[in-house]
């Protein structure tokens, strides 16, 4: 997802490396902080692939500063990652919200769409944080208050999602 969030970012904008990690850090930074001993590297990877380039540039004080720009490879990249989007990147929910954050650059929407009706089936399967056996326990069926909790909160989140993605949905099917 770092590499998504760089790429993300840099579709929208040249940064350099500072001004990234805190674009990065305000997305996903209470969840995964990221350190300049990830991000740096994750720059040079994607660097080496093609997918951005650095300019010397000088800085407002004395430095100069490194300057990333997405190549149009990287901008393909990025929409390629986003419209193929499935498994983890559909079911976690921090790398969902990251992969939400730059669905926008997906200019189709019927490609959008696709995403996003992963994600409703993703949903639509009954699940719990706890189980009986095979059976995912609701909250109402739990003695422990902050068990039911953790499910109340669940369930509220869910089901908020669930109306922003059938809204959206159809939305997007009427573009």
Do not use: C
Not at 57 to 69: E, M
Not at 111 to 124: G, K, N, T
Not at 128 to 154: C, K, M, N, V, W
């Amino acid at each position: 997802m770092l590499e998504l969030s760089i790429l993300g970012f840099l579709y929208e904008t040249p940064l350099h490396g500072y001004q990234l990690r805190k674009h990065i850090t305000a997305l996903t930074g209470h969840v995964r902080p990221v350190g300049e001993s990830t991000l740096y590297p994750a720059i040079k990877r994607l660097e080496k692939a093609g997918l951005l380039v650095r300019d010397t540039q000088p800085g407002p004080a004395a430095a100069p500063r490194q300057v990333l720009t997405l190549t149009p490879a990287g901008r393909d990249e990025l929409r390629r990652r986003l419209a193929e989007a499935d498994g983890p990147d559909i079911t976690d929910e921090n790398r969902w919200f990251t992969l939400l954050a730059f669905l926008r650059h997906l200019d189709d929407p019927a490609a959008q769409a696709s995403v996003l009706r992963r994600r409703l089936a993703f949903l639509e399967e009954p699940a719990s944080f706890f189980y009986a056996g095979e059976h995912p326990l609701r909250a109402e069926e739990l003695d422990d208050r902050f068990r039911q909790g953790i499910l109340t909160i669940a369930r509220a989140t869910s089901q908020a999602e669930l109306a922003w993605l059938r809204t959206t949905l159809t939305d997007l099917e009427h573009v």
